[in-house]
C-alpha cells in the first residue's frame, strides 16, 4: 500500500480518499488493495500523457487499458473494473459528469420524459416504464436503416409491434403495454412528429376481470420458503426477514424495496408503507415479523448510514432494488423444491390464509391495502368448499 501512495502519479493525492470510499461500500481489504493498484496505474499512466484528473472520462479509461495491454502487462483490468474509480472522482467533483452521446432516439425519448412528469405527472416507476415500451418500439419500427424516421410509423407498425409484445406477456401485461403503446403514440401526434392518431389503430387486449382463480400457494409452502434461508449468514439473514415481510404482511416488491429505518415505529410496533401513486399506510408490525428485521439489523448493515432497510449483500453496497426482490424469492423456491413463483405470489397466499381463517372481504381489502373492494373479491372463489355448499345443481344433472 506504501507503494501505492509513492507511485500513484496524479491521482496520489486520493488515496486515502478512495480507500475509505470503497471500504464505505462493502469492498473487502483485499478487493480494495487491487484497486487501489488500479489507481495508481491510472495516475501514473496520466503523468506520463500530460492529463489531470478533469480530463478522465470513458474514452481515455479505454485509451489506458489498451496502451497497458500493448506493453504486455499479464493483468489488465477490464473496463467495468474502471467505473468505481470514475464514479468516485466524479462524486469527488475532480472529473466532470459523464456526457452521453445523444442520438436522435435519445433526444426524443428525453422529450417524451418530460412530457410524462410535466404534462402528465406520473411517478418516476411509471415514467420508466412507459419509456422502456416506447424505447423498444421506436427503436423496432422507426429505425430504417441507419436512419431515424418516426413521421413514417403507420397502423401496420403499431399492430406488428404489439403482436410481438402480446405473444411473449401475460393478458395483464399486455394491457399495459396497450396502455404505454397509445401514451407515445399520443405523444408523436400532439408534438407533430406523425400526422395521424395512430392511438386509434392499436387494437384493445381481450381479457374479463376475475374470470380466473389467483394463483394457490398454501401456509406449508410459504414455512418451507422461510425454512430454506441460511440464518447464520447476512444474505440468509437479509433474505429471510424479505420473505417474512412479503409472507406476513403481504407487501409488493417495489414496497420492500422503499422501506426506510424511520418507517420502522418500534414503540407503537407500526410498520410505514410506501404505496402506489405516493400512499402511505401504517400496518401493525407483527412479532415475528419485528424479531426478523431486528435479526437483520443485527446482523451488520453496511454503509451503516444508509436510510434504506434493506440492502444488497455484495459491493457496491446500496438499497435494493425491486427485482432483487424477485431474485430472493426465487433462489428461495429453488432450495424449498418449489416451483419458482414471484414474491406477488406471497401476498395472494397471505389473502387466501385470512379467508381460510375466516376473515371477511373488507379486512383482506385492509391488509391488502386494496382501493377497490372489488379487487379483492377476487379471492371470494379461493374457498371453493364454501363455494360448493351455495352452488346449485347444474339443471338435469340429477335425472
Known sequence: ???????AGQLGPQVEDYRAWLAQRGYTPGTVR????????????MSTQGLEAAQ???????????????????????????????????????????????????????????????????????????????????????SVGDGFE???????????????????????????????????????????????????????????????????????DVQL???????????????????????????????VARLELRDVDWRAGELVVRGKAGRRDRMPLSGEVGEALVAYLSAGRNPED???LFLTCRAPRGPIRADLVGDVVERACKRAGLPHVGPHRLRHALAAELLRRGAGLVAISQVLRHQDLATTALYAKVDLDSLRQVAQPWPGALQ
Not at 36 to 45: A, E, H, I, N, S
Not at 170 to 184: P, Q
Request: charged fraction near 20%; hydrophobic fraction near 40%.
Open 1 to 7: 500500500m506504501s507503494g501505492t501512495r509513492r507511485k
Open 34 to 45: 487491487s484497486m487501489l493498484k488500479d489507481l495508481g496505474q491510472v495516475g501514473l499512466w
Open 306 to 308: 444508509a436510510r434504506h
Open 150 to 220: 418516426p413521421s413514417t410509423l403507420n397502423g401496420m407498425d403499431v399492430n406488428a409491434f404489439l403482436l410481438r409484445e402480446c405473444a411473449r406477456v401475460s393478458a395483464g401485461s399486455a394491457k399495459g403495454r396497450v396502455a404505454e403503446l397509445r401514451s407515445v403514440l399520443r405523444f408523436l401526434y400532439l408534438q407533430g412528429i406523425t400526422p395521424l392518431r395512430l392511438g386509434t389503430a392499436v387494437p384493445p387486449v381481450g381479457g374479463w376481470r376475475l374470470a380466473t382463480l389467483p394463483p394457490e400457494m398454501t401456509a406449508g
Open 56 to 142: 478522465l472520462d470513458e474514452g481515455r479509461m479505454t485509451a489506458f487499458l489498451t496502451a497497458r495491454q500493448a506493453s504486455g502487462y499479464r493483468r489488465v483490468p477490464g473496463t467495468r473494473a474502471m467505473v468505481p474509480l470514475l464514479s468516485y472522482l466524479r462524486e469527488a467533483g475532480l472529473t466532470p459528469d459523464a456526457k452521453p452521446l445523444l442520438t436522435p432516439l435519445g433526444a426524443l425519448l428525453g422529450q417524451y420524459r418530460s412530457w410524462l412528469v410535466q404534462e402528465r405527472g406520473l411517478a418516476a416507476t411509471t415514467v420508466l416504464r412507459y419509456e422502456n415500451t416506447a424505447r423498444r418500439f421506436l427503436r423496432e419500427q422507426a
Open 225 to 255: 420458503l422461510l425454512d430454506g434461508c441460511d440464518r447464520s449468514t447476512t444474505i440468509g439473514v437479509r433474505d429471510f426477514a424479505i420473505i417474512m415481510v412479503l409472507a406476513r404482511l403481504g407487501l409488493r416488491s417495489i414496497e
